[in-house]
């Protein structure tokens, strides 16, 4: 039997007069915040002693449960992330258990028993805004995902603006896991109470629906995930606290209970808050001049290992050729051209393969791609050329195209 797990809102709580010790620790940086997903750790119930020890331990497990060996499809996009923590001090420890009459003073009042829900775990939402405000003053740091951790031990978690858990207990890296579900890809829960029926209309959340007919996961019908045992994607009915009249896309991912991957649907919205995020390309050679055969072209990717960067000449490709390319080997006749890169995530081979890389069905793949262009002006026929390429260097590098589309899709 599965686990149920606590619900997810969005609590708000009046301004506060202030917190305690806020400062700044960069955990992971892989690049400028304008173009990564900056992971904000803010914790409650941790004294001065705690700070550098038992909250720096909180923050590390939880960001090798994301990324090593981590759950998909954080793995893969690890470089696409920064991670902060905000060092928050509290004058005791722990959280506030209202119906075991526990109430410890904590900078930002975490409590269990959030709106009559003992396991609902939150805190004021004002105050841990104003307390990473303050430490990110002046730093240029975006926020992206917010992660509150609590130090208590006591099972429960709550998602909304803020993805918090209980980090003391032994699930604590799951329930983050989950909750970051809700407050990062607005996804719903995926358990439901025993006779409740919905009435209401179409969920607004990718994987949940009121209606099979409506299609909204149907691209995905019959996918059976080969790195995990999710099962098939289907419409199984019993979601978002209702047994009957909502559906679900799986029978048993981590929306619905702990220690379980995500699901087809559900990755595939991660996915796309990255892409939210994230361009492709860090950088790449100004695009605003004009360049000669002498010259080399270059974009620089976030992750070379799960961007490809497709080279074109006036349209016509020339393959997948890495993150540069020397003007001079094209063997380009005398003229001028226009040369483009087109950084891509290797994903968008693999669509509806049903490989390992089968992350991406949507229609839409504009997100997960980046194209610069130059203007490129030969002075010099090279011997042999044509008006666009030398014949054997086209036929060489269509070959080589061919073949590593071929490698890209086994």
Aim: glycine residues 10%; contains cysteine.
């Amino acid at each position: 039997m599965f686990r149920t797990l606590i619900f997810a809102l969005l609590i708000g709580y009046p301004s506060l007069a202030g917190c305690f010790g806020q400062t700044l620790t960069t955990v992971i940086n892989n690049g400028d915040s304008s173009n990564r997903v900056d992971m904000i750790f803010v914790g409650d119930g941790y004294q001065a002693s705690e700070i550098a020890s038992t909250y720096r331990d909180h923050v590390d497990d939880t960001l090798g449960a994301f990324f090593n060996p981590g759950i998909t499809p954080f793995p893969r996009y690890q470089n696409f992330f920064n991670a902060h923590r905000v060092n928050v001090i509290s004058n005791e420890s722990g959280a506030d258990d209202p119906l075991n009459n526990i109430f410890v003073d904590t900078a930002l009042d975490a409590t269990y028993n959030t709106n009559g829900i003992d396991r609902l775990l939150y805190f004021n939402t004002a105050k841990a805004n104003t307390a990473v405000n303050t430490a990110l003053s002046g730093s240029g740091i975006d926020i992206d995902m917010r992660l509150g951790s609590v130090n208590s031990e006591k099972y429960g978690g709550g998602g909304g603006q803020w993805a918090v858990w209980a980090a003391g207990n032994t699930a604590a890296l799951d329930i983050a896991i989950h909750e970051v579900g809700h407050s990062f890809a607005n996804l719903a829960d995926e358990y439901y109470t025993s006779g409740q029926s919905w009435g209401g209309g179409e969920p607004n959340q990718v994987n949940v629906t009121s209606d099979p007919s409506l299609g909204k996961w149907d691209r995905w019908l019959g996918y059976d995930d080969p790195n995990s045992d999710i099962g098939v994607i289907d419409y199984y009915e019993g979601a978002r606290y209702h047994e009957f009249g909502l559906y679900r896309p799986s029978d048993n991912s981590m929306m619905r209970s702990l220690n379980r991957p995500f699901d087809a649907i559900s990755r595939e919205r991660f996915i796309e808050e990255i892409y939210l995020e994230v361009d492709p390309l860090d950088s790449w050679l100004d695009d605003s001049i004009t360049y000669s055969a002498d010259d080399t072209l270059w974009v620089n990717s976030v992750d070379a290992s799960v961007i490809n960067v497709e080279w074109y000449v006036d349209g016509i490709s020339l393959g997948l050729l890495g993150e540069s390319v020397s003007i001079d080997s094209l063997s380009l006749a005398a003229g001028t051209y226009s040369i483009q890169a087109t950084a891509y995530d290797s994903i968008l081979d693999h669509s509806f393969s049903g490989n390992s890389l089968d992350w991406w069905r949507l229609d839409d793949t504009s997100l997960l791609q980046q194209s610069v262009s130059w203007s490129v002006i030969v002075s010099v026929p090279e011997p042999g050329s044509t008006s666009i390429l030398g014949l054997t260097g086209l036929a060489m590098l269509l070959k080589r195209r061919r073949k590593q589309r071929s490698s890209a899709k086994s």
